[in-house]
């Protein structure tokens, strides 16, 4: 936040002469100075709470695109269940977080593994949080969750997504956040107490790690313990593809999530109107929150070429499902490194980005693990390699402006090696912890029988079995052996034969 000057009466009266009223002159003209200091103050906070609170509503707008790309992702038997819990990640993680989440995550001044205090919001506003901040903070947790949603789509119990949405948003993600991103965290780059990991702390500007990586390890687990969906191997174990039902669908809620980042990425720098105190007055924070829209826009864009020209060399196709997933997965990586990059490196990001995305699409297939949304691979992959990028990449300029100056910077950039061990010690931990935590819960989920549907459920479809009726009348192409009741509308293939001139 700006300081401005104080003014002084004893100071002033002085430079005011011998006259008889100096005393009282100064005292005027220090109570309208203040007063418009006061304004000043205030208006500062007003533009900063308010760029927060957008930021916080494009980050909520994500959630509509996660729901409108797992609806597109799934068979139609499938897609009023895949929205629903869309909802109830929103939902069940709103009440969680404010109860006990934002407490573990931003609860200062505490210990560097979990925060202590605000629960329930108590004692907030405060001179460190307003709700503004709590409301940002609820849009990264619902987020990660909503990751975790997409790979256990199709085969998932109801109950079980309550039970894994709450724990994740109320305990799991905002233990990772305390961390990284808490004046507390034994890992953060902000960290005001205790010595720095490596000097440095690990910088996750906006979540590489901390939302992507979390997601998508948990999905890991889940799909994992749960198992493939019917069908999508056959007996020989060869890979069978269960296609999305609408690519509509998908490409609409990819553009809404990339709507979305914008708030994600930029908005993590939670205030716009700080000077960098630079000969250049035009320079100060709000140019470093453009040009982190620029390194988000250029790693997506590149993702999304690579992912278009690599696939269609691969297997022989143009395939916009695929490209959507490139896309995000450029997204995913940046989202680590956004602040501290140069522009160019976005896109040596975006590209590295798409490859790694698609080996560990080729790896999950090898090893027969089946997520319906490539999302633990995308998040989880894509979230891992954004912090390593950040190690290699991240500008001293840019690092001093937005942490602090004297701090390590990228290996690639002359700063040495501390900056990469600490980006090392944070995937290597946070895989852990999420493994230690989420696999029990889905294990335990699986022994109490509360976490995959029946295959009769499973092969009928959700819609109809478990929320009593579709999303809309449509057939899938799977589906023939396991006819839907009632109506149904069946696929018109052109006809070969040439058609008649109209007279």
Request: glycine share 12%.
């Amino acid at each position: 936040m700006a300081s401005f000057p104080t003014c002084s009466a004893d100071e002033l009266t002085p430079l005011l002469g011998l006259a008889a009223n100096a005393t009282a002159a100064a005292d005027y003209i220090c109570t309208r100075f203040t007063a418009t200091s006061d304004k000043f103050t205030n208006t500062t906070y007003a533009i900063d709470n308010t760029y927060l609170l957008f930021s916080a509503y494009l980050v909520f707008a994500m959630q509509l695109g996660f729901a409108m790309l797992c609806a597109g992702s799934v068979r139609a038997k499938n897609t009023m269940n895949i929205m629903l819990t869309n909802v109830l990640d929103a939902a069940a993680g709103g009440i969680s977080y404010y109860i006990f989440g934002f407490a573990f995550a931003f609860g200062g001044p505490s210990n560097g593994f979990i925060g202590k205090h605000y629960f329930g919001l108590k004692s907030i506003p405060s001179s460190s949080y307003d709700y503004s901040f709590f409301l940002y903070q609820w849009a990264f947790a619902i987020a990660a969750a909503g990751i975790t949603s997409g790979s256990i789509a199709e085969r998932t119990q109801f109950v079980a997504y309550l039970i894994y949405s709450s724990f994740l948003t109320g305990f799991v993600y905002p233990i990772v956040s305390h961390w990284v991103w808490s004046s507390d965290g034994w890992a953060s780059a902000s960290r005001t107490s205790g010595s720095l990991l490596f000097d440095s702390g690990a910088i996750d500007f906006a979540g590489s790690g901390v939302v992507h990586m979390v997601g998508g390890i948990a999905g890991l687990w889940g799909a994992l313990i749960e198992g493939p969906r019917i069908g999508r191997f056959d007996r020989t174990g060869r890979s069978v593809a269960l296609r999305g039902h609408s690519a509509s669908l998908v490409v609409l809620g990819t553009f809404l999530l990339w709507f979305g980042w914008y708030g994600f990425n930029p908005g993590s720098f939670l205030t716009i109107s700080k000077s960098y105190n630079t000969s250049d007055a035009f320079y100060g924070q709000w140019s470093a929150v453009g040009r982190t829209a620029v390194t988000t826009t250029l790693a997506g864009c590149t993702a999304a070429l690579t992912t278009l020209f690599s696939k269609r060399l691969l297997v022989g196709h143009w395939n916009v499902t695929d490209v959507c997933n490139g896309l995000l997965g450029g997204f995913a990586a940046i989202t680590s490194g956004c602040a501290v990059v140069e522009p160019w490196a976005a896109i040596v990001c975006g590209f590295v980005a798409s490859w790694v995305l698609i080996g560990c699409n080729k790896l999950a297939e090898k090893l027969k693990f089946d997520d319906p949304l490539e999302a633990a691979q995308l998040h989880g992959g894509c979230g891992a390699w954004g912090l390593l990028f950040t190690g290699l990449f991240a500008k001293k300029r840019y690092v001093h402006e937005v942490y602090a100056t004297g701090r390590p910077y990228g290996l690639f950039m002359g700063g040495g090696g501390k900056l990469l061990a600490a980006q090392i010690i944070q995937i290597l931990v946070i895989f852990g912890w999420v493994s230690a935590t989420m696999g029990p819960l889905f294990y335990i989920l699986k022994k109490l029988k509360l976490l995959r549907v029946s295959k009769e459920d499973e092969l009928q479809g959700m819609d109809m079995t478990r929320h009593g009726g579709f999303a809309y009348i449509y057939q899938d192409e799977d589906s023939s052996s396991h006819p839907p009741p009632g109506f149904t509308m069946r696929k018109i293939e052109p006809s070969s034969a040439t058609p008649s001139p109209i007279v």
